[in-house]
């Protein structure tokens, strides 16, 4: 054999070699004529595009929707912004939205355009439909379940022997102590302040009413102050005072606490009032919701406050109800029936409350 001559294994690596640069030409063809294809098609899709931008497949009814978008940043600029809203530009989105919705339905059958544009125009007004209408079969479903709910909480508290506190957190407080004292019969109710206290201690006050006098006599000491000038309690007129005080045990907490209500087609909140009796608790929930009109109702716009949350978009809303009340006037009521309070007012505080030296610190 002689010296010159290729081994199999030298050979077979010239033809991978060989085979390998060959399919790298290939790749590159392909690479080159699929750019050219690609650049084709482009281009061919912006001449579409300036085409339907320019008028021939568009509904002439999608000119609403920019429309309304320039009427929401004229109210949003400082100037401009007062005139329109004057003009209560804030609730032309209404017919504005309305209108361009409405004519994407007619317009297919006036033009020649997809029919499409159609079904876009009545998924807007029937799916609004939907939502409202489940909103308002929601709310009054909820106004029943709350009242049923609440009316089978019950709690009886004595208040010969308890003593009764309203904790106050810095959320709203829908039960009244002034309104406890004035319809039942409670010779105290004890409020504690747990937002802004000093420390890690709460204030606690004890709400009372006097005679109509005591609080003419208490204008003039400078640690006991009134809450107000003389008021009628039902038939009699009474004093409403405060002390700083601690209640003696037991004593029967009631405690608020307010939430968004997240219901779908519907909006408002819920006030919640949680009654601790030891290991007793018991819950009353009412609520403020307002259900979305029948009628699509966009208002896009802003209002007179600055602010982040002056300018938006929502859909109006009708009136506003109260639930879970049932036959109670308020919450005050709703909680005196559930602790079964008899109704008052109670006993004047006489003066020995004062005497006592429990005054403001």
Partial sequence: MGTDSASPRQM?????????????????????????????????DRRALIAVLLGADWPRALLAF????????????????????YLGAPYWSIAMLNLGFAGLIAEPFLRPISRGWSAVG??????????????????HALAVDT??????QSLRFDPAWETLM?????SPMVVSPAKLLEDYDLPVVYVEKRAGAHGDRPLVLAYRLGAPELCARMRGSPVLLPLGAAQRVNAAMACLFE???TPAPPTVMVRQSRGDLGRLGMRGHFDRIEIASGSQTRQLVTAEAAPLLLAPAPRIGCGFERGSDACGASFLTGVVEKLGLGSARDETELLARALDLSPGPGPFSSETVIASGRARN
């Fill in 243 to 245: 002390l700083t005080e």
């Fill in 147 to 152: 009242a049923a709910d609440n009316a089978r």
């Fill in 122 to 139: 009545a998924a807007w007004f029937v799916g609004y439909f939907a939502v409202a209408a489940y909103g308002n079969f929601a709310l």
């Fill in 166 to 170: 309203l904790v106050d957190d810095g």
């Fill in 66 to 85: 920019p429309l309304t978008l320039a009427l929401f940043l004229f109210q949003a600029t400082p100037l401009l912004g007062s005139v329109f809203i």
């Fill in 12 to 44: 077979m690596s010239v033809l991978r070699a060989a085979s390998g640069a060959l399919d790298l030409d290939r790749v590159a063809e392909t690479l080159a004529f699929g750019r050219r294809r690609l650049d084709s098609w482009l281009a061919l």
